[in-house]
Nanobody, 124 residues
């Protein structure tokens, strides 16, 4: 079992930055792929970024590539999402997720565990 708790969301002006954190509990954290997803009002949940267990492999949605960075600190069982140059279209609830195995994935259904989400609002 893995429990995930996100934090770090808030209100920021366009062009600003935020860093989201996802604290994981459960002894299998280090062996899982971790991902960030987001869901805006009236839209489906979408992939943002993913990272493998070692932190060596990462993957990003085209919409955030070059602006967002995913990282993990296994000693703290924590995954981060550094978000720079934020845009109003980045406004959403951001979710942390975990899936077994080593393959990165963009598919919502392939992630087994989810956090409760944290709101990110970017004003224009």
């Amino acid at each position: 079992q893995v429990q995930l708790v996100e934090s770090g969301g808030g209100l920021v002006q366009a062009g600003g930055s935020l860093r989201l954190s996802c604290a994981a509990s459960g002894r299998t954290f280090s062996s899982r792929v971790m991902g960030w997803f987001r869901q805006a009002p009236g839209k489906e949940r979408e992939f943002v970024a993913a990272i493998n267990w070692s932190g060596e492999n990462t993957m990003y949605a085209d919409s955030v590539k070059g602006r967002f960075t995913i990282s993990r600190e296994s000693a703290k069982n924590t995954v981060y999402l550094q978000m720079n140059s934020l845009k109003p279209e980045d406004t959403a609830v951001y979710y942390c997720a975990a899936r077994p195995g080593v393959l990165l994935s963009v598919a919502v259904y392939e992630y087994e565990y989810w956090g409760q989400g944290t709101q990110v609002t970017v004003s224009s």
